[in-house]
């Protein structure tokens, strides 16, 4: 596959004269150096969270859900609202590594290591919350399917929380065998590399015994593809799954055909952001300049200006399919005027402005190749999305059918610590993640070096010349 | 039906050449031999054992493992099983007896529940003919008896002594006081009971003259002193309102407790159209009541503007001009109802709850002209014997050191009265004061002894509540601790031997039962006869010769056109207060019963509080306002309001329909002895209810601070939403066509369009075969009343979460009363109003907003137990999931507690255990204590935390039936499967049974025309039906 000719207008995807022995040296350092002052400053903070989190997690655990903000009508808040939104989040890890391996995009190369692990991070965070917003989260093994002794007791296949169940469940597997077998040639680069017994032991034991002989290359090609085939319809069905809690239910709002395409989009959308939120850091902190370039940057700002398009036509969608249907039950769904006015018109305006207006500034091609915007926009989206589900699950629950159970929500410091404690669990892993692991499939970067390298493009296009 | 069921292990055992096989196996009970004789035998035969060194390590393993097991401790649980088992109580069989409450201010014929000796239940007295009907109050009074704060035994000044010295010290302290000549004063509730009526009066003469004065805290002085004046008894005139076509009210509140209470019942009976007929009610008042919330039509007055308006409306049936204004609705109205009294003429009736002799006088004199039908004087009622001005005299003779013994029975003067200071300084002045108390109140902090009284169900007594009807008080537990109630402490003081029972039982055989059985009188409870030669008519008139207290004779004019000039001279002067008893507290005597703190007020829908109500238009000029917290939550400024030098700071709550220019408060809360701190809820408004009078000059000015109120309703209109609660008007009702008011929702399938019952995605199920259930709720009749609330919180363990977790809208009631107000003037005009202008931006918010004077409706709302369940789909561990009965069921032990079922629950009526709500300080109320769980019912779980609960259509109670009729070998009768709700429903809005059984009542109102299912547009096919609420509003 590297020997595919490229267009010399084609920017190049490695810049900076980098050698094959160079891309090995950059992709190790982060290891093989020792840890910053900045690393360990972002990791204690991170880890502060994490623990203050599982505190609250422990709390709630131990007393009761009542320690949240939830009440009769609003069943579900921050909790369902964060698992959705991790959830989402890990959906580009899949689609880079995937779906656009099956394109053959040589872009995706410099990025999907970082994006799939953001990924596993993620759906760890999201697997986190369907637990423990459980009322008895130490029976939480009754939903699964296993033969038990209660007697004829059984899941309910009915139940969309059950296919989720499932969706996450083979969504988190098949993401973690398809990183690790792309992490397998890396690792053994590590080990060939590592001086200390330890490390070379412990890599050894990572890379499964990787030879480098032409026959390991060639099922490491097959598995992948293979895997890539397997993963394809996992980004479609896992937020398809997650969008059936709300489209198959009977509440306003919820009950919308429009879902499944809906979410997987928005999934999409704020997937990407989140991978330009990671990257556009990483790229600075492990010196990654040369390989994560403003090409990428572009290339993911492209895909997120197609999805940010997708869910505003949604919203447009449910705003006037509500208007139109003249069942005052309508009036008040997230996508209403009852919303953009009533006591939640803040949640209701973040979500338009956030993810409806904002990323629109990204056709602007000086903005979507700038880096301190694009990363400006990433978080923007970041908190949209996590608004788009907020406004979702707490807004059309508070006004159901019957005004009489018209409540409203707000979040205890529990609410909030379990989140912020999710996010600083995710940190931490990624933060782990970023100094043992080699953060760029070199592997396969190598195999674009000759054809998309500045270096070799240069060397061609001049013989040309 | 007795069963020959045979049961079988395996298949094998049918084939009949296996017999002599399947004979030896099950005489031989163990099909392997126990090799005892290896352990136990001769050590010779060890080395020819089967036990091998493996075995016999396993069994020393298994028996260090069973023995050190078996060491730990395990839980102990006491049950203590009966050495001598009384004949009458089998081990989960309930018993029920029939008896009265009568604890001066709720009198109702009641039966009792008890399992396991222990009453857990107080439901409707069908049998009895009056005042069978348990409100919310009685049904919760059982509760109380289970209460840690009730006094446990006799005390003289703070210390505990023994019933035979208090009795002997109080005795001698009568005697001595007797020979200084000073007075003994009875203060007591009003009893309405002919036995004690007879026994003070005996005991007067024996001692040589007591004082009886009775003192009701919330005065019916004006009802009574009118009727005494007319009919020379002191007493109440009784009415039937299913006579009524033509209502017309000025101020009586009489759905709740109106001069003693108890007519709904009769009211309702008249509220659903039969024969194209139903009655018309005018209420004119000044706050929102639950009888003008159930008016057809209602206006609002001040409490001045009422008087004139009665006086007025006499004016206008009588021709006569009267003087005083009115706004020019108000006239119109009056002018109305007049001409439509007069037209119904005796098929008419006009009450008043005005607290003005000439207004009583006048409503007496109307009905009596009118000769209503609904109307009895001659059969009075015996509830409320009050004497306001008796009570103030003897406020001055114990100031006067007159009082040498003041023994007060059922009463708490010094939270009560708003007197009280004078009563603590007369108080002070009485040589012995002995108090009859069921708590460490106020009066009995203050007091010498405090006489622990007995709750009603573990006392005995005598009730007459209406003339010639009598009923019985049985205990139904041994008393629970060291208590005497004030009869036999009595007997005891005149050294008569026999016990109250005895007394009564005598009494009764010689003067009430005339030669019939006193037994069957027991179990029946109640005993008509108008004859009888006791009554209670004379409670409070002691024997002759004694000393009565003089009561002066109410001065009133001959004519009833005297009383409306004086009532039209009613001077209109700043801001009226108003005060009122709550459906929930009533008189405050139950304030530490949690059930009815957490009861929503039917009205207002507020828990745990009472509060200014204050018109919107008086707000807004007063700078009032409600807000809603950021979860919800209602928020309210506060008010200090002064009447008469006396000044409190209350909330305030902007109150729709409340007059402008009035104010209402609610009596009975703010008590803070004898309360638990969580209970001591609430302003105290007794020190403004000067000389019993309950409308009060009052100035009001705003206070800095913000109220959190603790409501369980947030939005008061229905928006526009008419489907939800529907209604129609009498006319409309008679001359067009059910689908024309009562439209059946209708989808699209296979491009036709078909019922929404008819579209179907599942297979269905059979349900015509077994039973299969269905709850009706008459809209018509059903006002609001909120019985139903109280008596599920009994029967189904219902937790009580506190003020604070309800003010987080995580109320536990599996069954609530939704109250809508409409928008515009009525709910039909909101609908109106939103065709006009669909998904306009103004509608929405015009519409959530009450109008000043709405119409009102109820809905009670409980699990609907839908045939296609939406929570039913959802649950990954199908924890909820149906039953062939029609049930929609609850499996607690299986819930894991995901909460989704209640997110897709249209009706949002499941309820979630946050927090573990039993047996846990953090909620220490009836649960966290052993007395408190002695009321739980042992058929229901007490659900643990993290689970989702909710109505189960009492299915307790319908397998009870079920397998009672089993063992019986018998059908099933209709009316026999209840739910207690329906049970509890005293105006039959409620009907429960058996759809499948064809004659039942269910089946017919499950056909009828009024029939619709909440939300039946979403498909989910509810077991519970509504009927359409009809109004009269033809006017005259």
């Known amino acids: 596959m590297a020997s595919h000719y490229e267009a010399p207008i084609r920017e190049p995807l490695v810049t900076g004269d980098k050698t094959y022995h160079d891309v090995t040296v950059d992709v190790a350092a982060p290891v093989e150096g020792r840890a910053n002052k900045q690393w360990w400053i972002v990791f204690s903070i991170a880890l502060v969270a994490f623990l203050w989190g599982l505190g609250c997690i422990i709390y709630t655990v131990s007393t009761g859900i009542g320690v949240w903000g939830l009440n009769k009508t609003v069943g579900w808040a921050w909790d369902i609202t964060n698992f959705v939104w991790w959830v989402g989040i890990g959906h580009a890890g899949t689609l880079i590594s995937a779906v656009l391996l099956l394109f053959r995009q040589k872009w995706r190369m410099a990025i999907n290591r970082s994006a799939e692990a953001m990924t596993i991070f993620s759906v760890v965070q999201a ?171 572009e290339n993911m700002n492209k895909v997120i200006l197609l999805t940010g398009g997708v869910v505003s036509v949604a919203y447009i969608t449910e705003f006037f399919i509500g208007w139109y249907s003249g069942t005052n039950y309508e009036d008040y769904t997230y996508m209403s005027i009852g919303a953009a006015t009533g006591p939640y018109w803040w949640a209701f305006w973040a979500l338009i402005i956030c993810n409806f207006i904002v990323p629109q500034t990204l056709w602007v091609k000086k903005l979507r190749t700038n880096y301190m915007w694009s990363f400006i926009v990433s978080i923007v989206i970041n908190i949209g999305m996590w608004f788009e589900r907020f406004d979702i699950i707490v807004i059309d629950l508070s006004k159901g059918h019957l005004p009489s159970s018209w409540t409203m929500f707000s979040p205890t410091f529990i609410d909030i610590g379990v989140f912020i404690g999710t996010i600083g669990f995710f940190f931490v892993l990624f933060l782990l993640y970023a100094r043992t692991f080699p953060v760029i499939a070199q592997a396969e970067v190598k195999t674009i070096l000759k054809s998309s390298g500045e270096k070799y493009k240069k060397l061609r296009d001049g013989n040309h010349e | 039906m007795a069963s020959n069921k045979k049961y079988w292990v395996s298949v094998e055992e049918l084939k009949p050449e296996n017999s002599s096989k399947v004979e030896t196996l099950k005489q031989n009970e163990f099909v392997n031999e126990i090799p005892v004789d290896q352990f136990l035998g001769e050590q010779s035969q060890e080395d020819s054992s089967a036990t091998s060194r493996r075995d016999f390590l396993k069994f020393v393993g298994f028996s260090t493992a069973a023995a050190s097991l078996a060491a730990c401790e395990g839980p102990v649980k006491k049950a203590i099983p009966y050495v001598v088992q009384p004949e009458e109580i089998r081990p989960g069989v309930a018993n029920y007896y029939a008896s009265t409450i009568a604890d001066g201010y709720d009198f109702a014929s009641v039966l009792v529940k008890t399992r396991e000796g222990r009453p857990i239940f107080v439901k409707n007295h069908d049998k009895a003919e009056v005042n069978s009907s348990a409100n919310a109050r009685v049904v919760a009074s059982v509760l109380s008896m289970y209460d840690t704060k009730r006094v446990q035994g006799p005390k003289k000044d703070g210390k505990d002594v023994s019933w035979s010295d208090l009795n002997a010290d109080v005795k001698a ?301 049985q205990p139904t537990i041994r008393p629970l601790f060291d208590t005497m109630q004030f009869q036999d402490a009595l007997l005891n003081w005149m050294g008569n031997d026999t016990s109250y029972y005895e007394y009564v039982k005598e009494n009764w055989t010689t003067s009430i039962l005339n030669g019939s059985s006193w037994n069957q009188a027991l179990h029946d409870g109640v005993y008509k006869n108008t004859s009888a030669g006791v009554t209670a008519s004379n409670e409070g008139v002691v024997s002759e010769g004694a000393m009565n207290v003089e009561s002066a004779p109410v001065v009133l004019a001959s004519g009833a056109g005297d009383y409306a000039v004086r009532l039209a001279k009613s001077s209109v002067e700043g801001v009226e207060l108003m005060l009122y008893t709550k459906t929930g507290m009533g008189d405050g005597q139950q304030a530490n019963n949690p059930w009815l703190q957490e009861f929503p007020d039917p009205i207002t829908r507020n828990t745990w509080d009472n509060y200014l109500t204050v018109s919107k238009a008086d707000a807004d000029a007063w700078g009032f306002e409600n807000t809603l917290a950021d979860n919800g ?174 003010r987080k809208f995580r109320d536990m009631h599996w069954l609530r009363i939704d109250r809508y107000y409409s928008s515009e003037e009525s709910f039909e005009a909101d609908v109106e109003k939103v065709e006009a202008a669909p998904g306009a931006i103004s509608t929405y918010h015009e519409l959530e907003d009450p109008s000043a004077n709405p119409q ?30 029609g049930q929609n069921q609850m499996i607690y032990n299986r819930c894991v507690g995901t909460r989704y079922c209640a997110n897709n629950c249209p009706y949002k009526v499941r309820r979630f255990n946050w927090f573990l709500y039993a047996e846990n300080d953090e909620f220490d109320f009836h649960m966290n204590n052993d007395l408190g769980r002695m009321v739980l019912n042992p058929d229901v779980v007490v659900r643990s935390r993290g689970v989702m609960e909710k109505c189960s259509m009492c299915m307790q109670m319908t397998q009870k039936t079920i397998l009672d009729a089993k063992r019986e070998g018998r059908t099933i009768e209709d009316g026999e499967f209840q739910t207690a709700c329906s049970a509890a429903c005293s105006t039959g809005a409620m009907v429960f049974g058996d759809v499948n059984n064809k004659e039942s009542e269910i089946s017919k109102l499950k056909e009828d025309d009024r029939m619709y299912h909440l939300l039946g547009f979403k498909g989910t096919r509810p077991n519970v039906i509504y009927q359409v609420k009809v109004r009269n509003t033809e006017e005259a």
């Not at chain 1, 015994?209 to 394809?232: I, M, Y």
């Not at chain 2, 000059?697 to 947030?714: C, D, L, N, R, Y």
Request: glycine share 8%; hydrophobic share 40%; with cysteine.
């Open chain 2, 633 to 806: 939550g209602l928020d309210g400024s506060y008010a200090k309001i002064t009447v008469n030098g006396v000044s409190a700071t209350v909330p305030v709550l902007i109150q729709p329909g409340q007059a402008k220019g009035s104010v209402g408060l609610a009596l009975g809360y703010g008590k803070k002895e004898g309360v638990q701190e969580e209970m001591q809820v609430g302003v105290n408004a007794y020190p403004f209810y000067f000389e019993g009078n309950n409308v009060q000059p009052v100035k009001i000015e705003k206070v800095s601070g913000t109220h959190e109120f603790a409501s369980v309703q947030m939005q008061n209109t229905l928006d526009g939403r008419g489907d939800i609660l529907r209604e129609t008007t009498l006319e409309v009702f008679n001359t067009e066509n059910a689908h024309h008011w009562n439209p059946q929702p209708e989808v699209s399938m296979m491009h036709q369009e078909v019922e929404a019952d008819e579209a179907n995605l599942w297979q269905e199920f059979d349900t015509t075969v077994g039973h299969h259930f269905n709850l009706s709720i008459d809209l018509s009749s059903c006002t609001g009343c909120g019985a139903c609330v109280i008596a599920c919180h009994a029967e189904n363990n219902v937790p009580v979460v506190g003020k604070s977790e309800i």
């Open chain 1, 127 to 297: 697997g986190l919350f369907p637990i423990i917003h459980m009322g008895r989260p130490w029976l939480a093994y009754w939903v699964l399917p296993i033969p038990n002794q209660f007697g004829s007791l059984w899941v309910n296949f009915n139940s969309p929380l059950l296919w989720d169940v499932f969706a996450i469940s083979t969504y988190l597997s098949v993401s973690l065998v398809f990183w690790w077998t792309g992490l397998l040639p890396d690792f053994a680069m590590l080990r060939d590399r590592a001086v200390k017994p330890f490390q070379k032991k412990i890599y050894s034991l990572l890379s499964f015994g990787w030879s480098g002989r032409a026959k390991d290359w060639q099922r490491f090609e097959e598995v992948s593809l293979v895997l890539a085939g397997l993963a394809t319809p996992l980004v479609l069905s896992v937020h398809t799954i997650v969008s059936f809690d709300f489209a198959t239910s009977v509440i306003p709002g919820w009950h919308s055909t429009i879902f499944p395409p809906y979410f997987v989009a928005g999934a999409i959308f704020s997937g990407f952001a989140m991978v330009l939120t990671l990257l556009i850091i990483m790229r600075k902190v492990s010196n990654l300049e040369n390989y994560i370039t403003i090409v990428h940057i």
């Open chain 2, 173 to 473: 302290k009568i005697q001595q006081a007797k020979a200084q000549g000073k007075d003994v004063v009875f203060l007591t509730q009003t009893f309405a009971s002919p036995s004690t009526a007879k026994l003070v009066s005996e005991y007067s003469a024996a001692v040589g003259g007591v004082k009886h004065v009775i003192y009701d805290a919330v005065s019916e002085d004006a009802a009574l002193n009118a009727f005494e004046a007319k009919y020379g008894t002191r007493a109440m005139a009784d009415y039937d309102l299913s006579k009524a076509e033509v209502i017309v009210s000025f101020d009586a509140d009489f759905i709740a407790d109106w001069q003693g209470g108890g007519f709904e019942g009769s009211y309702a009976k008249g509220r659903v159209p039969s024969n194209g007929k139903m009655s018309r009610h005018v209420q004119f008042e000044s706050n929102m009541s639950l009888t003008g919330a159930n008016a057809d039509k209602r206006v609002a007055l001040t409490p001045s503007q009422v008087k004139i308006a009665i006086a007025k409306f006499y004016g206008a049936m009588t021709g006569v001009s009267i003087g005083g204004s009115l706004p020019e609705a108000a006239e119109e109205a009056v002018k109305a109802a007049a001409k439509q009294v007069k037209k119904a003429g005796s098929k008419a009736v006009v009450l008043t709850g005005l607290q003005d002799d000439n207004a009583q006088a006048l409503a007496l004199a109307i009905n009596e002209s009118l000769s209503s039908e609904a109307f009895d004087p001659s059969s009075p009622l015996y509830t409320r014997k009050g004497n306001f001005s008796s009570v103030q005299s003897l406020i001055k003779d114990m100031n006067s050191g007159k009082v040498g013994v003041l023994v007060m029975v059922g009463v708490n003067p010094l939270y009560t009265l708003a007197e009280a200071k004078s009563f603590e300084q007369g108080l002070s002045k009485v040589g012995t004061s002995v108090v009859f108390s069921m708590k460490e109140d106020e009066t009995a902090l203050k007091s010498t002894y405090v006489a622990a009284m007995p709750h009603y169900l573990e006392s005995w007594g005598d009730v007459e509540i209406k003339k010639g009807h009598y009923s019985l008080m």
């Open chain 2, 856 to 885: 009102v409706a109820f809905q009670p709302v409980m699990c609907q137990h839908c045939n296609h369940a939406p929570c039913e789909t959802v649950c990954p561990v199908a924890a909820t999931s149906h039953g062939r009965q």
